[in-house]
């Protein structure tokens, strides 16, 4: 089975965006080098950093390296409808897909309604 990250969108039954999961690893080059990893690290740490830089938005992040990569962002229910923070994430989702038409062996992304 190939590596690759695995993005995992949560949207509330509204179609807001509550949240996301990465997963694993591209392994597109070796450490240092991989520039899919680097690119999905760059918009989703900036787009966390920006929310809480720039928003009200309250959140919880989790990251666990030793589960071979992962990161888990989830808005607080009563901030699922911000805004700004819907924007940052809309625009973090735009750049992965864009990510995933140009590198779709080493990224995959999927949608869930919770």
Not at 13 to 27: E, T, V
Not at 29 to 52: K, M, P, Q, R, Y
Not at 61 to 84: I, M, P, Q, R, W
């Amino acid at each position: 089975m190939i590596n690759m990250i695995r993005v995992n969108v949560f949207r509330n039954k509204k179609g807001d965006i509550r949240g996301f999961r990465l997963k694993g690893h591209a392994d597109y080059a070796e450490a240092g080098s991989d520039i899919v990893c680097s690119a999905v690290s760059a918009l989703t740490i900036n787009t966390i950093n920006c929310i809480e830089l720039f928003t009200k938005a309250e959140f919880d992040c989790k990251t666990n390296e030793e589960k071979g990569g992962y990161l888990s962002f989830v808005l607080a229910e009563k901030d699922e409808e911000n805004g700004d923070a819907q924007l940052l994430l809309k625009t973090m989702l735009n750049g992965l897909s864009d990510i995933e038409k140009e590198y779709g062996l080493y990224i995959s992304m999927n949608e869930e309604v919770r």
